[in-house]
């Protein structure tokens, strides 16, 4: 005897079937979008639907159960009730609402990330404010949701002979009841040891096959349990000896040397020549700003009139790559020079995210003003805890009066009302005496595209064109005004992205999708060229302390890209899984479950294949990961004073200044 002749099971697998639809309906819809992309063949399209079933049966066995166990465990009087049929009806126009609902989310998830749902969708529950606000202002929300209601109703309607089939049926005795629960208990159980976040969608290969195989829910959840990753639990491994020999190698320089007491810790003292510089410094974090919009690497469009001259102004950096695909990581590589450890970044590690020798406690320990000046609130990201505790003050936008923002979206004010606020700090700084580095982070150039009317020729809000277009017109006029102040010959103006506006690919770590511009901009001080090396933004930190000067104790795992006798570059990119490191050709990823991998000509045919710790790119990249995991679980990242042991101080051994490796 069939068990789906009883009522419960009959309107619980009614549910489930309905779910699926719209799981496999979902999965039909992305494909399309990138057919081309996902580079399918009968076998490939076979193993995709298939490990797409177990995901999304894994997800429905999970969602089920609490629904399951009222069925089984409802009194047989209390189902007969008229109200409570009708409650039964309405439950399935509710659950078709819901996954509905999340399909449409999903959708316009894939649309901004190209990735199922994953630990951005989670954080984006965090800030629920922000985020919401964005929905608002960047869709048609109300007509979205009252179209899926009404869609919800109608396949509600539609289904209610069958529903009223399956409430008629005969019901199972409590016996039949327990056994049904526990079934499905198993199979939950089964599900969670045979699926994972990444199997068995695989590490490697085709990324949208990947993606495509997942389930958005199911994703969803497991990146809620798996927001921070440890390091040798998840990943390849080498001896610690082995670790602290590799970092040694990669991180020496003739001018610095290593104080830890820790074999794998790479505190080192930084002994730069001549003295100190103590110029003003402006950091630019930009959002979003993908090397590929700029006139002078090859975009037609004209949207970045002003950086296409300032690259000619400027040392510019043209080789330059993102840590990661998000804010949170741009602002820990440039603060802290550190890899993108997997998980959560250290920036949102709430309770362990203060005390490093960040860039700000480098530059307040000199005498600076550090600031840290958002355009959002700093609440987000976790941006003022750990901005304030790693030697910045904080200006956000709670910090500026109504009067002086004249335009906001749900992100923040305004780029140009951003950096009018960095003018008055400027000016007081500059008042009292004090020199000032002022760390920003932008945030017009995000959806839902929004600035203020009449700036430029496209019009606000329709599209990341006209974001970034106004994100040039609003750094051609800070600079403008910035000229006629009496500071502006004595400071360094820098201008980075935080990421890039887009790093979706075939690959889990398309290098492309990590080109971001580098500006280095001061007229008066540094002679404009172009540096075509390979960087990172881990290594702007102790370039930039490079290029003033200064002496300090250093956590940082970047270079000063400047000395005449720097190693050859590489860039550590990552999300929060995947670990890479490219060298300028090859790429080397490392991935949860101990996998190693590597990208031959990864900016070109990027031919992939599986690797083994006896590759030296495979070797370089672990000690990277995880000698930053290490320091960071051990505390050898935190703030430590200039000294050296015994006291010795290195100002005394400074060489002429007409030594110096740069041309400030």
């Not at 804010?327 to 997997?342: F, K, N, Q, V």
């Not at 906001?408 to 951003?418: K, Q, T, V």
């Amino acid at each position: 005897m069939s068990p789906f002749r009883f009522a419960q099971l009959r309107f619980l697998s009614l549910i489930l079937a309905s779910w699926l639809l719209v799981f496999v309906s979902t999965r039909n819809l992305l494909l399309l979008g990138h057919l081309a992309d996902a580079d399918l063949d009968l076998l490939a399209l076979l193993r995709l639907y298939s490990i797409g079933l177990a995901y999304d049966l894994g997800f429905l066995i999970y969602a089920a159960l609490p629904l399951a166990l009222y069925l089984l465990l409802c009194p047989r009087r209390l189902w007969q009730r008229r109200w409570h049929r009708g409650a039964l009806h309405a439950l399935l126009a509710v659950s078709l609402f819901a996954m509905l609902f999340t399909a449409a989310a999903e959708w316009l998830f894939w649309d901004e990330f190209g990735v199922r749902f994953n630990f951005i969708a989670v954080d984006y529950l965090v800030y629920s404010d922000e985020v919401l606000n964005n929905i608002l202002e960047s869709y048609p929300i109300y007509p979205l949701l009252a179209a899926l209601a009404s869609l919800a109703v109608l396949a509600a309607v539609l289904l209610r002979r069958a529903t009223a089939s399956a409430l008629d049926a005969p019901l199972l005795t409590w016996r039949g009841a327990g056994m049904a629960f526990a079934g499905m208990a198993l199979l939950g159980a089964l599900s969670s040891l045979l699926l994972s976040q990444d199997f068995p969608r695989g590490v490697g290969g085709n990324a949208y096959q990947g993606e495509l195989a997942g389930n958005g829910p199911y994703q969803f959840f497991a990146a809620v349990r798996n927001n921070e990753l440890d390091y040798p639990q998840f990943y390849s491994t080498l001896t610690k000896a082995e670790v602290a020999q590799q970092l040694r190698a990669e991180l020496s320089e003739p001018n610095a040397r290593f104080i830890g007491q820790d074999p794998a810790d790479i505190h080192r003292l930084i002994d730069n020549p001549g003295q100190a510089q103590r110029h003003n410094v402006v950091l630019v974090t930009i959002e979003s700003l993908s090397a590929k919009y700029l006139g002078s690497f090859g975009d037609g469009r004209g949207l970045t009139p002003n950086l296409d001259r300032l690259r000619q102004q400027s040392l510019f950096f043209s080789n330059f790559y993102a840590t990661g695909t998000r804010t949170d990581r741009g602002l820990e590589a440039i603060s802290l020079s550190i890899p993108p450890t997997p998980g959560r970044s250290v920036v949102k590690r709430i309770g362990r995210e203060s005390g490093f020798a960040s860039l700000g406690q480098q530059f307040a320990t000199q005498g600076y003003d550090s600031v840290f000046v958002y355009g959002g609130r700093g609440y987000f990201d976790n941006m003022n805890a750990f901005f304030s505790g790693n030697g910045y003050r904080v200006v956000d936008q709670s910090s500026v009066a109504e009067p002086d923002i004249q335009f906001s979206n749900a992100w923040g004010m305004a780029d140009e009302d951003l950096y009018r606020q960095t003018l008055k700090l400027a000016d007081a700084d500059h008042a009292a005496g004090k020199p000032f580095f002022l760390q920003l982070m932008t945030t017009s150039n995000h959806r839902p595209y929004t600035y203020p009317a009449g700036r430029i020729d496209i019009p606000s809000g329709e599209g990341r064109e006209g974001a970034v277009k106004y994100t040039d017109h609003a750094i051609g006029q800070f600079l403008h005004e910035a000229q006629s102040k009496p500071w502006f010959a004595d400071t360094l103006f820098v201008f980075v992205a935080d990421h890039t506006a887009g790093s979706a690919g075939r690959e889990d770590l398309p290098v492309a999708g990590y080109h971001i511009p580098l500006f280095i901009y001061a007229p008066e001080l540094i002679e404009p060229r172009e540096f075509t090396g390979l960087a990172s933004q881990i290594d702007l930190a102790p370039t930039l302390l490079g290029l003033l000067d200064f002496d300090y104790n250093s956590t940082f795992f970047g270079r000063n890209l400047m000395r005449e006798d720097a190693a050859p570059g590489r860039a550590l990119i990552g999300n929060y899984q995947h670990l890479g490191l490219f060298d300028g050709r090859d790429l080397a990823i490392l991935s949860p479950r101990q996998a190693m991998r590597r990208h031959d000509d990864a900016l070109g045919r990027s031919r992939e294949a599986s690797s083994s710790l006896e590759d030296p790119l495979i070797r370089r990249v672990i000690a990277y990961y995880q000698g930053a995991s290490y320091a960071f679980s051990h505390g050898l990242l935190g703030w430590q004073p200039v000294a050296a042991p015994g006291g010795e101080h290195f100002a005394h051994a400074k060489p002429p200044a007409k030594e110096r490796s740069h041309a400030l």
